[in-house]
């Protein structure tokens, strides 16, 4: 078993946070770009039911964990109960007169009961597939660019810090659901526990990347695009420019390393000055 686990110093603060999304009522809310904002919608209707089980996923080992990793567990459950809150009103923005959203939220839905069904450890590991997806949604919140702005900078400041806000939360607490993973499996043989985890990024990577996919250019359809048009702009910005996925293929790529860890990509630094602002401004 590796000895890896989140470092001390790195402490979860759950931050409770309540975002004006007005600025969500105007059409393409993302730097005026419809696919960018398809795609963003899309992966904020994933959030309130997929936290949700992230929640349900942890809580099911509380009484298997002690010390510093109870209290984190805690403080995750905490932050994931406020993302899906502000998700859910980001959601509720989406005009459903006119997109599929009734639709999307029920095949999430599915897909979702298929994890819970098949029990706390099922659920436990599409969490941490999932979690690597979502933390590095900090890096790419700095790296991305559309027509040479950075993305978002054309955003209303309050949905940019919505997503700021977030990215740095799911980064703070990246490795939670890895360090229950890593205690249930405490006793398992290594090469067991490699396989598992391995084999289960492989499935949550294709079906989640395709899914999100899937239902953003079905939202574009809705907004005048071929369905040709549609499948290619998406896939234009989630895996070549700029690349929401595909940027982020080397800290994907890290997963299948033996011994991984989440922290094993150190991005603290990065952070502190959003850790900052946001502790500051759920003080108030």
């Keep these: 078993m590796t000895n890896k686990r989140t ?3 790195v402490t979860i ?3 409770d946070i309540h975002f004006n999304m007005d600025a969500a009522d105007t059409g393409p809310w993302l730097d005026g770009d419809p696919v960018a904002t ?8 994933t959030f309130p039911d997929g936290e949700r089980l992230f929640i349900d996923a942890v809580k099911a080992y509380r009484g298997e964990v002690s010390g510093k990793l ?5 403080d995750f459950i905490a932050q994931e109960a406020i993302h899906s809150r502000e998700h ?3 959601n509720n923005k989406i005009d459903r007169t006119k997109y599929p959203v009734a639709e999307i939220e029920s095949e999430i839905n599915t897909n979702i009961e298929f994890g819970r069904a098949g029990g706390r ?3 436990l590991m599409a969490t941490i597939c999932l ?3 979502t933390s590095m949604m900090a890096d790419l919140m700095i790296d991305l660019e559309i027509d040479g702005a950075p993305l978002f900078s054309k955003t209303d400041p309050a949905l940019e810090r919505l997503w700021r806000w977030h990215a740095m939360e799911e980064t703070e607490h990246k490795a939670v659901a890895y360090d229950v993973f890593l205690e249930a499996t405490k006793d398992w043989a290594p090469i067991k526990r490699y396989f598992r985890r391995c084999l289960s990024m492989l499935l949550i990577t294709q079906n989640f990347t395709s899914n999100i996919a899937d239902y953003a250019a079905r939202m574009l359809v809705i907004d005048g695009y071929t369905q040709k048009d549609a499948e290619r702009a998406v896939k234009e910005f989630l895996w070549k420019k700029p690349a929401l996925f595909g940027k982020g293929w080397k800290v994907w790529l890290s997963w299948f390393k033996p011994g991984f860890h989440p922290w094993d990509h150190d991005n603290r630094d990065v952070m502190a000055q959003w850790k900052e602002e946001f502790t500051l401004v759920a003080a108030e």
Excluded at 38 to 45: K, R
Excluded at 70 to 74: I, R
């Design 88 to 90: 859910h009103l980001l």
């Design 38 to 45: 398809a795609i963003f919608n899309v992966m904020s209707l």
């Design 7 to 9: 470092p001390d110093d």
């Design 13 to 15: 603060l759950p931050r």
């Design 121 to 123: 450890f099922r659920m």
């Design 70 to 74: 109870a209290q984190d567990v805690k």
């Design 131 to 133: 979690e690597h997806f």
